[in-house]
């Protein structure tokens, strides 16, 4: 059994920054990929960002040059920088694990940590 734990969220002003954390615990597993998604009231979960185990990450068009992705696999952690933020950043994110279990691929989801982002 794979756990998630984000944290960071909360309230910010148009144009400020919060930084979110996602930490990975439990049984031994080989980590693909994390990455973060988010969901507003009334709106499917999109993925914001991912970082794959080698390094390479992805970005949703909306947050390129204002969020940043990063990871640290020795601690199963994944963090995601926020910049520049705007009211449509508003909702859940939240932190998402691809790992390989044998014999196959898994994924596990964290409970989710609100963004609200004031004009």
């Known amino acids: 059994q794979v756990q998630l734990v984000e944290s960071g969220g909360g309230l910010v002003q148009a144009g400020g920054s919060l930084r979110l954390s996602c930490v990975a615990s439990?049984?031994?597993?080989?980590?693909?990929?994390m990455g973060w998604y988010r969901q507003a009231p009334g709106k499917q979960r999109d993925l914001v960002a991912d970082i794959r185990s080698g390094g390479s990450t992805n970005y949703a068009d909306s947050v390129k040059g204002r969020f940043t992705i990063s990871g640290d696999n020795a601690k199963n952690t994944v963090y995601l920088q926020m910049n520049n933020l705007k009211p449509e950043d508003t909702a859940v994110y939240y932190c998402k694990l691809v790992y390989f279990k044998s014999p196959i691929n898994r994924e596990a989801w964290g409970q989710g940590t609100q963004v609200t982002v004031s004009s």
């Open positions: 439990g049984s031994t597993f080989s980590l693909i990929s």
